[in-house]
């Protein structure tokens, strides 16, 4: 479908599918294999200035439009859903200080993410509380001019990587989720360090580790927002980064497609390729519907939220449920096609169904996705 893109980003589109084909087809196999973080690929990304895609100009960059956004995380989990996460993890990490941070803070931040010089990480899940934001047991307590930070946080993407890290504790855990608060912490600080590092079913070019916070000094001007305000900026970022998710998610499944579509009109069986069969161009046909038909839903919220709207918890949450259930049904039909070779690792379908998977959980499962457009469309009537 024409989706009437800008010539910017027509090239914007051009210039991430080139180095997902050119820099990171080569090495996705290699990183999948060792579970290891693509330094080699954040370079690219810095050298040609996809991380200021994150930002708006004012602060540095050259977007910051959910668009824009979803085109480049689209083009780069096409071929890879876990290295696209060097680029989209930065700018989950971002969003608290774009969308809840001082105008100081925006200008000290924002244009380091913008340049790559650093990256950042979003912590909020811990072992008792994930999609139940309001279970954080990290505590923040005021000391004069700081906030000290103890706690641990669990399958932070990015973690360890990361130089940037929006981190959520509790200032006063009678309050509940209004007691929790939002802090910048960085890399390096005395007493915070980096646990486990996870050894995952997919996405394992990314790297996701646990934050351990002891006795963690943070200036109370790295706090975001007021006092209290952490879980409605939580709230905000995951609104504003789903279609993000979403994106990721249709990427593995364009590149699932292609990949089955192709292999159909290579493979012959009864003296004709698989592709003559009525069975595999219906689900050929089902793929490709289904995808489309969700790229055109996060088109359109994108847009809606790139126009200033003010409420879009409900389309995102759409976007990230219908995305990720597709990619999951995309992907694993896709292996399907191919059979016996789609179980191998020798092609890369079932890696993009390990990597579908991770969709329909994180930022909030897909049954917590559920629930927030069903409220949503409950206060309608």
Known sequence: MDYFLTEDQLELQQLARQIAEEKIKPVRAKYDEENKFPHELVEVFRQTDLYAVLVPEEYGGISGKVVDLAIVMEELSRVCGGIAL?????????????LSGTEE????????????????????????AGSDAGG?????????????????????????????????????????????????????????????????MGIRGSSTTELIMDNVKVPVDYRIGREGTGFMTAMKTFDASRPMVASQAIGIAQGA????????????????????????????????????AARALIR??????????????????????????????????????????????????????????????????????????????????
């Open 86 to 98: 060097a680029f989209g993890g930065s700018g989950l990490g971002m969003d608290p200080i774009l």
């Open 105 to 128: 803070q925006k200008q000290k931040w924002l244009p380091l993410i913008a340049s790559g010089e650093k990256l950042a990480a979003f912590a909020l899940t811990e072992a008792n």
């Open 136 to 200: 954080i047991e990290t505590t923040a307590e005021r000391d004069g001019d700081y906030y000290i930070l103890n706690g641990t946080k669990q399958w932070i993407t990015g973690g360890g990587e990361a130089d940037i890290y929006t981190v959520f504790a509790m200032t006063n855990k009678a309050k509940g989720p209004r007691g929790a608060s939002c802090f910048i912490v960085e890399k390096g600080m005395e007493g915070f360090s980096f646990g486990k590092k996870e050894d995952k």
């Open 257 to 292: 497609y292609e990949e089955a579509a192709r292999y159909a009109k290579q493979r012959k069986q009864f003296g004709k390729p698989i592709a003559s069969f009525q069975a595999i161009q219906f689900m050929l046909a089902d793929m490709a519907t289904q995808i489309e």
């Open 300 to 381: 359109q919220t994108a847009r809606m939220i790139d126009s200033g709207a003010k409420k879009f918890a409900k389309e995102s949450a759409m976007c990230k449920v219908f995305a990720s259930d597709m990619a999951m049904k995309v992907t694993t039909d896709a292996v399907q096609i191919l059979a016996g070779y789609g179980y191998m690792k020798e092609y890369p379908v079932e890696k993009m169904m390990r990597d579908a998977k991770i969709t329909q959980i994180y930022e909030g499962t897909n049954q917590v996705q559920r629930n927030i457009i069903a409220s949503n469309l409950l206060k309608e009537f």
